[in-house]
């Protein structure tokens, strides 16, 4: 068949499938019940790739007026991207994206095979940082730490130490967690074998990501469900060669194994793909979350957010970025002064409450920012739905596919002069496992009044939010700063 399969963006009228169309109609159908005027803004923007900032800001401001606001945006959102979605599939026509489901099996249905591994299982909680592996007081101490320069929000610490105080939540072999996108260093999939739990992995179907994982299966004492095809014998070599579900091209298939698994599910989304096929995955991951929620009620949610995003956030964050902004160095004032006020502006208007914190980066680009955000929309609307959400703020690590952008890692390596902690994927990816565990023993931790407060609890968003100035005016001098450091 000609052209792409799978999870694809609309038709044109000219026959294109636009990400440019695509993302500003989302937007704009978010928009427009809660602020019209955003709305066509939104539709008439002629320049989307670098225009969709102050939209994807916008979305923010205008759920800020009620939580029946933030809903409505989230809904809407959510709607307008499941309307103009499409499914090719391999052999036939075109449907809905939401057809999929319903179409006729021409693939043969996906076994599972169970790796159990040899390692001791872990009851402590430890964390990997710089070197060393914390527990104890001296991860309460670094947890302290966190906190007081504003790397991590206060609730992230106290969640983490809620954990540290009853760790037989660390069995998680009473849940099947389901890590779609198994192979990314950001999920959870290490952290859970280590203590004794049960993986269900989903990548795609590449040898080399499953042979790592089989690795890391071994290592550890938990069990390892994985997708093969029919007939895969069980030796690692022969499980790597037959492992894999293509979410983005085989959705369905994908979805009638993950149906038939016994247990409680939740559903983790760790998916990742570069430019356009990062929306494509993350609707086939949406798409699939709404169809297993209505054939498994009992399923949880997981997402990480990015903190590369707009977010709006407590008066105590915004609080230390002005005591920060006033304590500023002469040299500091006079570049914000030389430059007319384009660098080192200040993060927040005065006593702003709740704030608005503008991390978008403009190299990561709009189709980036709309999968981000199509994963808060359906975060808020799950747990309005009375659905166990995990939905944490994950910190600037340094990931494969961070470093592979030259500007971003070269801000990522000049971060630290204002404020910024960028962490170790090790590190990261313990931090969000514990926080995991902390939201499913507590039903998605406290309950909140709005969904920007469920968004905001347990951040860990590596001092952008509490930094002193604005992140994209200091970006620029980050990556000045941070050139000789990326390169080494």
Partial sequence: MDGPTGVVFPATGDGRRSTTVLGRAVVAGALRAVDPVGARSAEHETDWRHGYLGHFRRLVEAGLLSREAALTVARDGLAALHARMRYVPSEGAEVALDEAFALPDREPPLETATVTGAGPVERELSLPYRGQRLRGDDLRRRLDAWVAAGVVEPSCAEAVRAVQANLDWLDLSDQRIVVLGAGAEMGPLPSVLRWGGAVVAVDLPRPEIWRRLLRTAHRYGGRLHLPVRPGTAADDAALAAGAGADLLHRLPQ?????????????????????????????????????????????????????PTDVYAVPAEAVAHAERGYAARGPARRALRLLSGGRLLHRNYPPGADPGINDSLVPQQGPNYALAKRLQRW???????????????????????????????????????????????????????????????????????????????????????????????????????????????
Avoid: C, K
Avoid at 387 to 398: G, Q, Y
């Fill in 254 to 306: 994908a979805a009638r194994w993950l149906g038939g698994l016994d247990g409680r599910l939740v559903l983790g989304n760790y998916v990742y793909a570069d430019g356009a096929t990062n929306v494509r995955v993350a609707t086939a991951v949406d798409a699939l979350t709404v169809h297993l929620g209505r054939h498994r009620p009992d399923a949880a949610l997981a997402f990480l957010a990015t």
């Fill in 378 to 488: 359906r975060a808020a609307v799950a747990r309005d739905a009375g659905a166990t959400v995990s939905f944490t703020v994950a910190p600037p690590t340094r990931t494969r596919s961070v470093l592979r952008n030259r500007a971003l890692a070269a801000a990522y390596a000049g971060a630290h002069r204002f404020g910024i902690e960028v962490f170790e994927p090790a590190t990261s990816n313990t931090l969000m496992a514990a926080l995991l565990v902390h939201d499913l023993r507590t039903g998605g931790g406290p309950a909140q009044e709005h969904p920007w407060r469920d968004e905001a609890y347990a951040a860990a968003h590596g001092g952008l939010w509490r930094v002193p100035y604005a992140p994209r005016s200091a970006l620029g001098l980050a990556v000045l700063l941070g050139l000789g450091g990326a390169r080494a």
